[in-house]
């Protein structure tokens, strides 16, 4: 016979362990010479048998994470739905474990641990912080597939590379996964223009100086650090949802469900500053100033950031003008 799963004889072990103290406190004790259980063995040989069961099982590997990156004001949120809404897949919006950014209106937050312990009376360090976020990814990763459910993390890469002036140290979210955990992950860009558009607009502009050759050469590095993983323009998703969204399921091995590619906006979702309609479409890109312009055409970065995603360039163009580099051809990123 097959023994059971370890983290199933963990459970039984624990209960036979209660069962047999409750005993032994009652003085009935649970001995080899006590009543035989159900088994036709006594509760110690059981306990034993269990013990040995457990010892030679092989240890459950650690189950699969899959994980999306990209910067915001790219379109990552209808991104995000559209992949959330598939079935049984668990989505966790914005996850970053090092984010000192705040939002004034959220610093009651009793039930997070490690936001606590980050603004305690004594701060916790780094390798606690990440101690914490290992544990809990752990906890809903298995909990996940025991459930037959699929947990995608959502990344918020602006916390590592748009805040203050310069990229952060901490290691990021993908490394931080793979390092722990069977990892399948995806990357999504849009123009940088309207992305640098979208974040005028909402006042994120937390880099210095907020120059768009700034912002640019902070998204190369993203690139740089994330150049092995496939990537997915926004662009293209909007052009043919269904078969971009199928793609991106088949890199992330999620079920893919086209009737589910119209996005839920009842559900709320940290990072929800986009859209507001259920309709996925492309639309027109916002006014572009007179200075931005001039932006655009002195920025190194910027230009040699659009030519690795087959951006036009120019404000004036529409946004795709090649095709994706493929991952065999980024040397330089």
Known sequence: M???????????????????????QAGLGASDQGPATLTGMSPAALLEECRSLLADSPVCPAPMV????HMACSGGTLIARMLGAQANVRLLSEINPFSTQLDKRQLFRPSDVSFLARHGTRPVDQATLLALFEAEIRVLATRSHQTGHILLLRDHAHSAYCLRTGPQKEPRLHDIL??????????????????????????????????????????????????????????????????QISRACEVLGLPFDPAALAPNMS??????????????????????????????????????????????PASDRPPVAGPLPASADRSDW
């Not at 899959?66 to 990156?69: C, G, I, V, Y």
């Not at 940088?192 to 880099?207: E, I, R, V």
């Not at 259920?278 to 890109?285: I, S």
Request: hydrophobic share 35%.
């Open 2 to 24: 097959t023994p059971p799963p370890p983290h199933l004889l963990k459970q039984a072990l624990h209960h036979l362990n209660l069962a047999r103290s409750m005993l032994d």
């Open 66 to 69: 899959r994980s999306l990156h």
């Open 178 to 243: 793979k390092a722990r955990f069977p990892v399948r992950a995806l990357v999504t860009t849009r123009h940088p223009l309207d992305c640098y558009l979208g974040l005028q607009a909402n006042n994120w502009l937390h880099f210095k100086p907020a120059t768009l050759e700034e912002y640019a050469r902070r998204v190369r590095m993203f690139l740089h650090d994330h150049r092995d993983l496939a990537v997915l323009r926004y662009e293209d998703i909007l052009t043919d949802p269904p078969a």
């Open 267 to 312: 559900v709320t979702l940290s990072g929800d500053s986009g859209r507001r309609s259920e309709q996925v479409g492309v639309r027109p890109r916002r006014p572009v100033s007179g200075a931005l312009r001039r932006m655009v055409a002195r920025s190194p970065s910027y230009i040699k950031l659009c030519g690795q995603l087959g951006y036009a």
